[in-house]
C-alpha cells in the first residue's frame, strides 16, 4: 500500500492555503529521527485510510527518495465539515516489533439475537506486539456459537497467530450474551448552556491543526 507525500515548507496558518489545493499538512515522526514536514493529496490519503486505518502499513514514497514504512498515528477532522485538517504519520522499522491496537470485526449472526437476547460487544480491539509485516489487519470474531444468555467468547478461544503477542488480558470477555430480554430504552440527555460547551467554529479547529 503506496502513498505519494511531497515536502511541506508552508507551516502554521498558513496551511489553509494547502487544504484549498487539494492537499492535506502531515508529519513523519519515529524514534530517533527527526521530524519531516509533508503534504498528501487528500483524496488519494482518504482511500488509502478508509482500508488501511491505523493498523496496516503505509509505503510513504516521495520522488527520488528511499520508500518511508509507517502507520497512521493520528488524524484531526474539521467536524463541522467532515474534512481531514492535518496526518501524523508514525515511522517503524520493519525489524522491530511494535505495539499497536488491532479491531475486532465479529462474523456471522448470534442464534440468540433471533430469540430476544441482547449479544454486547465488550472488546472492540485487541491490543499486540508483532512486527511491521505481521500485524493483522482486523481480528475476526464468530458469533454463530452464541445461542444461550451468558454464553461468551474470550480471547482465548480465538486463534492468534503464532507470530502475534498478544498483550490484551488472555480472559478478556470480547462478547457476550445479556440474559435479559431486547429493550429499546429512550434516556432524555440534560440540556447543555452555552457555558457548558463553548461553540467551535472551523477556524479554531484549523488553527489547532496546524499548531
Known sequence: MELKIAERKILGKRVKSLRKQGLIPAEIFGHGIPNKHITVPAKDFGKIFKEAGEHTIIN?????????????????YNTLKGEILAVDFHQVRMDEKIQTKVPVEFKGEAPA??????????????????????????IEVDLNSLETPGQSIRLTDLK???????????DAVIVTVSEIKEEIVKETAPPTTEAE????????????AAE
Request: hydrophobic share 40%.
Open 60 to 76: 510513504l514514497a516521495a520522488e527520488g527518495e528511499k520508500k518511508i514504512p509507517a502507520l497512521v498515528s493520528e488524524v484531526q
Open 113 to 138: 439475537v433471533k430469540n430476544g437476547f441482547v449479544v454486547l460487544n465488550v472488546l472492540n480491539e485487541i491490543e499486540i506486539e508483532a512486527l511491521p509485516t505481521k500485524i493483522p489487519h482486523r
Open 160 to 170: 492468534i497467530p503464532a507470530d502475534v503477542k498478544i498483550l490484551t488480558p488472555a
Open 197 to 208: 460547551t463553548p461553540p467551535t467554529t472551523e477556524e479554531t479547529q484549523e488553527e489547532k
